[in-house]
């Protein structure tokens, strides 16, 4: 039962993400006695693939001439790979790219989807049994999957990487696919630089609280120092003061960073929804009837423009003593 992980690759970079998917993907083959094999595309150096190994692959498949995120040619690769490699489970990452490959591939081999699985799978004969949350991630449902090939995506940040010194081999893979009917013409990133909020193992973020746009630099401050992402709630971002691409809760991205630190947000349930599976939550807030100090780790009732340059002033204080 041979693992093949599928490795975003953008701009040359593998993305962390996948880092975590093949990590993953090596939990499984220890579990049937198989290898992990990855697969990715574009112009990654070989160093970087062999480093992959770190993360348990035994083998990375790389297919240089595929340059652009084609759903529709990516998964005709993917589907070329697990027909070569044998693979009877393939691992993708719970991120955009992942959301549109492993339905594609489900259907086009007929095998079994869980999408967005935050356990190692049960094993049992030919059959996986997996655990992925639900009801805005207020509860959680096993999924038995007992198709031949199995599909799991991974939901990001769920589980904490180890890495060895191991590497990886490298082949060039380039089977015939169809360069697609869709062709992408043009693609503009919205995320801006920095962290992207899924990947994020920090966040700092604030909500209406923060009373105006012109205040946010007191979150970017400790973002920064934190080597952290900056997000915010849905109201700030409909009011224009941060762009949408900032916005988390269920109507905007999940995120499940080691540390949420929620500042001048109240805690609406659309908004816990969306964060409710961080590690630690901190909330600042005047409030001490704000409903977010219920899910909080920590909680410090105070007024964020006093709080805020405490805690970035109590990290310089840190670091120049560490």
């Known amino acids: 039962m041979s693992v093949l992980v599928f490795a975003d690759a953008r701009g040359g970079e593998i993305a962390k993400a996948a880092h975590e998917a093949i990590f993953y993907g090596k939990q499984i083959a220890d579990k049937t006695s198989s290898t992990v ?30 340059t652009e995120e084609n759903d529709q040619t990516l998964s005709a690769l993917v589907a070329e790979a697990v027909n070569a490699e044998g693979a009877r489970v393939i691992v993708f990452s719970f991120d955009p790219i992942g959301k549109v490959l492993a339905p594609r591939l489900s259907a086009k081999i007929e095998a079994g989807l869980v999408a967005g699985v935050t356990s190692i799978p049960e094993i049992e004969g030919n059959a996986m049994t997996v655990s992925k949350n639900v009801f805005s991630g207020k509860a959680f ?16 940040n769920s589980f904490q990487v180890s890495t060895t010194d191991a590497t990886a081999s490298v082949e060039e893979f380039a089977p015939s696919v169809s360069d697609g009917r869709l062709k992408v013409k043009e693609l503009r990133a919205v995320g ?32 920064d120092e934190l080597g952290a992402a900056t997000a ?30 929620a500042a001048g947000i109240s805690g609406a349930i659309q908004h816990l929804a969306g964060v409710n599976g961080s590690k630690t939550i901190v ?25 805020l340059p405490r805690l970035t002033e109590a ?5 120049a003593a560490n």
Request: net charge negative; proline share 7%.
């Open 37 to 66: 094999t990855v697969l990715t595309y574009g112009d990654v150096s070989n160093e970087n693939l062999e480093k992959l190994g770190n993360y348990g692959a035994s083998k990375v498949l790389v297919n240089r001439s595929i």
């Open 141 to 156: 449902a096993k999924y038995r999957i007992n198709t031949e090939v199995k599909i799991l995506s991974l939901l990001p």
């Open 232 to 261: 915010c709630s849905r109201p700030v971002s409909d009011m224009d003061w941060r762009p949408h691409h900032e916005h988390v809760g269920q109507t905007g991205i999940a995120i499940r960073p080691n540390l949420y630190i």
């Open 283 to 307: 909330v600042i807030n005047t409030d001490p009837e704000a409903p977010f100090f219920k899910a909080a780790d920590y909680g410090v009732v105070g007024d964020a423009f006093e709080v």
């Open 192 to 223: 801006g630089e920095g962290i992207p909020l899924p990947e994020a193992e920090l966040v700092v973020s604030a909500g209406r609280g923060l009373k105006g746009p012109e205040n946010w630099g007191i979150v970017q401050e400790l973002a």
């Open 315 to 319: 990290v310089k204080n840190f670091k």
